[in-house]
């Protein structure tokens, strides 16, 4: 084979697979790029479709926390400077800093009645570290 | 005392500077031993500082707000380099001892090319020494010194991420001499035989410690995060997986180079960004730009220095590279159908794999600069990175015994047939008896397909079994690579669609059921270590027979004021059974302890997978007997 030929197959095959992987990724980062909620958020842009993974943010009002399921479920309300809120659920075990009045980002979806069911809970990680979401929250509050 | 370290890194930064002068001036002794002694001078300067830790001398800053008299000694010397200052100096130690390393060792023949190479490895270590001393130093002394130091994050106190940054750091500082090589190559315009020789040696000592340090953080997130997982495509995860694919990518590419003298432009082009991803890698996990699930100490102001350096060492090798590629000479014919053919499509689904990971890390950035606050997470993965790659997994038993130029296909079909045959009893069994989902079944299928053909390689390539161990190393290392391949396939594909978890709220005397095991919570007891406390759960698992205590514990380290989570796992033939500790809660009038229940089947075989991999890397460094003697021949040329 021609180096030239060869090039030019070479080229194509390289082109294909970067034009497939393209492809792949825009659907992919369509379909599941993360979209984040405050509570303030919810109420501007409304509820999103059924089932769609999304994140939600804030803070965790004190005083809300409560337990179903014999003990597995957590239930709470999260805050932000807005007079909106979100209640959330989760079945599993609080991260190691989850503390109520602090800061929770939770990812899951939304049911149609406007509760956030979570599979997964972060809190701030460390003294020196916070959810990079919420800092704009912060420097509001 | 930490002032002598303070000096001897001032003393470091001159001898690079030497070093880099010497080399590109094309005097190879004398880059040499200004490489060596500026390696003594950082190791004297790196002693310094681990003796500040060790002796918990808290009149150094550094000391004062990441260490603690009651912390177990491993825990004060890991605590040296388990914090920003201090991984930087263990950064630029690893720079200029890689340098120092390559002084001593390299004997291509070619004196120019050489100090080429160490005169650029000096202006890295210049570079990198620069950062350390004025963005982040780690000399600083307090006044007046506190009586007791802050603490290491609790969650760095554990053995695998005690030799995890040293690992991570041997690979993503390896690729630096590449880098310098890539640079030295380009310089003479010459990519060639002797240069890929030299580019595979050092292109396996830093991918073997790479896997490495990966492995130790991803099975450190596994046990001690509590979540179950083993790899979460966090920002910081990625960081580290890009440089690794490039690396592979490199380690198959420089093979063409080093056999046929072709691929030339292209090796030394992944060379060159093996580092620039590492780099990149440090930038995205320093600067607090991606949001991690992982802590880290982050600082914006570093981030634009380590932005403004990756610019600086990228503009300067690619346009390096723009110049010198278009001149080099092309190497021996070949068609597609060929190792060579093989091996480029290697190439590119590892780079466009890397790619995909690129684009999903930094996305969420891209977006943000749009005003939209969006994450990127396993799925958008799974479904761009898993199939690209998956690609060349299929392919790789049948294309690895092409040969060079131009390869005989006539055994085609009977490869499609055995791989049929494969699919089909793995769908047929897993979906058909086991229940598993037709992509799990086609995974496992993936896994044994790539087991066999490399086993299969093997045999071909010895020909009649007795000469098995009479092959040459290299046939080894890559055997041993292409099989941990294969079982870690296996293990990920078991443990992602086989995993089973539950949450359980038990009071003390209670019981529950997770995956047909009977876990009853004997007793809740208060513990003391040496620098925390603990609740720690005594639990009594049973199955068919077995019988298991398990007892995980949730830490609180007052100092840092910040709790752990100790995972406790029982490890049985099929998978671990895997128990995180949660917190109390009131529920029914009772008191009850919650535990997150997991699971993780063959989670042992996807380690084992991965360790084969580096232990691969490891024993193609092994010189082999034949190869003593290669500046000899060159130099008679």
Redesign the interface.
Known sequence: MRARTRRLYTFGLAALLVLGAAILAFFALRENANLFYTPEVLAEKGLPREGKEVKVGGWVEPGTLTYSDGGTTMQFIVIDNSPNIITVRFNGVAPDLFREGQGVVATGSFAPDGTFTAKQLLAKHDENYQPRELKPLEAGG | MIEAGHFAAFLAIALSLAQGIFGLRGERRLAGLAAISAFAVMALSFLTLINAFVTSDFSVALVANNSHTLKPMVYKIAGTWGNHEGSMALWCLVTIGFGAIAAATMNTGRQVFEARALGIQGLLGVGALAYLLFASSPYLRLDPAPFQGGEL?P?LQDPALAIHPPMLYLGYVGYSFIFALAAAGLMEGRIDRVWAKEVRIWSLAAFAPLTFGIALGSYWAYYEL??GGWWFWDPVENASLMPWLIGAALLHSVVVTEKREGFAAWTALLAVLAFLFSILGAFLVRS?V??S?????VDPERGTVLLMGLLAYGGFALGLFAWRAPKLE?GK????ISREGAL??NN??LI?AA??VL??TL??LI?EAFG??????E??FN??FV??LT?ILILLPIVQAWAWGKADVKGWLRWAAAGAALVAVFLLLGVGLLDISAGAAFGLALGVWLVGGAIWELKRRAITPGRVFKLPRRVWSMTLAHIGLGLFVIGAVVETTGRYEA???LPEGGSGTVAGWNITLDEIRAIEGPNWYADRAVLTARKDGQTATLTPM?RYYPA??????ETAIHKTGAGDLYI????A????GES?W???VYFNPLVDVLFLGVTLIGLGGFLGLWPSRRAARPAAAEASL
């Open positions: 994050n969650l509590g979540w607090g991606l949001t699930v992982h802590a880290f100490a092309g014919a070949w068609t597609l480029m499509a590119v689904v466009v790619l995909t684009l999903g996305f969420p977006a939209r606050t969006i994450s990127v997470g799925p958008y479904l761009t199939p690209i690609l949450t359980l709220a949730k840092a004021a910040m709790p752990t989570t995180a500790l949660g917190e809660r009131e529920v029914d009850r919650v535990f997150r």
